[in-house]
């Protein structure tokens, strides 16, 4: 059963741009829909999620693996596999349909559920734990940072105060303290960018994704092609840098009439500017509203 959509699916199969003989790896699994998709065009897939239960519903397509794992790992999977050379590699940074609508997961300020938002339910830090745990301090500052929220300070101390009552449990509970304290004209925006930072705490996922493109980076065939998806300001601004890093490495002073470091290219930009979804797909999936997919290639 697919419960995800996946978001600029034709872009990506097409970016990717899929050799017969080659061998793809899909870091974020989640619903499955773009393992699905490039599996029928390529001679191997690997594909990769965290979460458990994203892999048991997964794909029995032959030329499919599918590994437990977090994508910042890649290195040491295919090494595992036996495997040196990939011709591509794909990753959709946005949380799936499946984790949003299961309100058990606590993802949802929308569903009650107890404030967990782990995508890999074996690790051992919760929402719980950053809410109830966290100083005044590093909560403003993942709310400021990972949130880019305009009230992360009165937020984090509404919670501080809230939780020397009695510990804040449950997403509708957070949900409240944060429209409590914030203006009504900003409604659920606030909302919103906590629940985003929160999450991005408990699953660590921005402090990975520069090394997890210069590592995939390392792992590519010449000719083989990165495409990553993110879904708000601070991925795709790490992406950009990375995919500019990797395309511009030479660190000699502006003056230099040369260059004498000897750091030489390791891809080349695809997308001069990021890919957008069209109205049309925003229209019938409006997750996929914020989207954004950038593209590069191995030299």
């Not at 967990?116 to 890999?120: E, Q, Y």
């Not at 994704?209 to 590519?220: D, G, M, P, S, Y």
């Not at 992406?239 to 470091?261: E, G, M, S, W």
């Given at each position: 059963?697919?419960?995800?959509?996946?978001?600029?699916?034709?872009?990506?199969?097409?970016?990717?741009?899929?050799?017969?003989?080659?061998?793809?790896?899909?870091?974020?699994?989640?619903?499955?829909?773009?393992?699905?998709?490039?599996?029928?065009?390529?001679?191997?897939?690997?594909?990769?999620?965290?979460?458990?239960?994203?892999?048991?519903?997964?794909?029995?397509?032959?030329?499919?693996?599918?590994?437990?794992?977090?994508?910042?790992?890649?290195?040491?999977?295919?090494?595992?596999?036996e495997?040196?050379?990939i011709?591509?590699?794909?990753?959709?940074l946005?949380?799936?349909?499946?984790?949003?609508?299961?309100?058990?997961?606590?993802?949802?300020?929308?569903?009650?559920?107890?404030l967990?938002?782990?995508?890999?339910t074996?690790?051992e830090?919760?929402?719980?734990?950053v809410?109830?745990?966290?100083?005044?301090?590093?909560?403003?500052?993942?709310?400021?940072i990972?949130?880019?929220?305009?009230?992360?300070?009165?937020?984090?101390?509404?919670?501080?105060?809230?939780?020397?009552?009695?510990?804040?449990?449950?997403?509708?509970?957070?949900?409240?303290?944060?429209?409590?304290?914030?203006?009504?004209?900003?409604?659920?925006?606030?909302?919103?960018?906590?629940?985003?930072?929160?999450?991005?705490?408990?699953n660590?996922?921005?402090?990975?994704?520069?090394?997890?493109?210069?590592?995939?980076?390392?792992?590519?065939?010449?000719g083989?092609r990165m495409?990553?998806i993110?879904?708000?300001?601070?991925?795709?601004?790490?992406?950009?840098?990375?995919?500019?890093?990797?395309?511009?490495?030479?660190?000699?002073?502006?003056?230099?009439?040369?260059?004498?470091?000897?750091?030489?290219?390791?891809?080349?930009?695809?997308?001069?500017?990021?890919?957008?979804?069209?109205?049309?797909?925003?229209?019938?999936?409006s997750?996929?509203?914020?989207?954004?997919?950038?593209?590069?290639?191995?030299?």
């Open positions: 059963m697919n419960f995800h959509t996946s978001v600029l699916l034709d872009e990506c199969i097409k970016g990717l741009n899929i050799r017969q003989d080659g061998i793809y790896v899909d870091g974020t699994f989640g619903g499955g829909g773009h393992t699905t998709a490039i599996a029928p065009f390529a001679n191997r897939v690997i594909a990769i999620d965290k979460d458990v239960q994203a892999l048991e519903r997964g794909t029995t397509a032959p030329n499919v693996t599918l590994v437990h794992g977090d994508f910042c790992q890649i290195a040491d999977i295919l090494q595992d596999l495997i040196v050379k011709d591509g590699v794909l990753l959709d946005g949380i799936s349909s499946h984790q949003i609508d299961t309100a058990a997961r606590g993802f949802s300020y929308m569903k009650q559920a107890k967990d938002m782990r995508m890999d074996s690790r830090q919760t929402a719980y734990d809410i109830n745990g966290y100083t005044l301090h590093e909560l403003t500052k993942i709310f400021k990972y949130g880019e929220e305009p009230f992360a300070r009165p937020i984090a101390k509404a919670i501080e105060k809230e939780r020397t009552k009695s510990p804040i449990e449950t997403t509708t509970q957070l949900a409240h303290i944060v429209t409590e304290i914030t203006p009504k004209k900003f409604g659920l925006v606030s909302v919103k960018r906590v629940f985003q930072a929160v999450r991005i705490e408990v660590n996922e921005l402090n990975i994704l520069e090394t997890t493109v210069n590592t995939a980076t390392e792992h590519l065939n010449t083989g495409c990553i993110t879904f708000h300001s601070l991925e795709d601004r790490i992406i950009k840098h990375a995919y500019n890093r990797l395309q511009n490495p030479c660190t000699c002073p502006r003056d230099f009439p040369h260059c004498v470091c000897g750091k030489k290219p390791q891809i080349k930009i695809i997308t001069k500017r990021p890919i957008l979804p069209t109205a049309k797909e925003i229209e019938a999936n997750r996929a509203k914020s989207a954004k997919l950038r593209i590069a290639e191995k030299i």
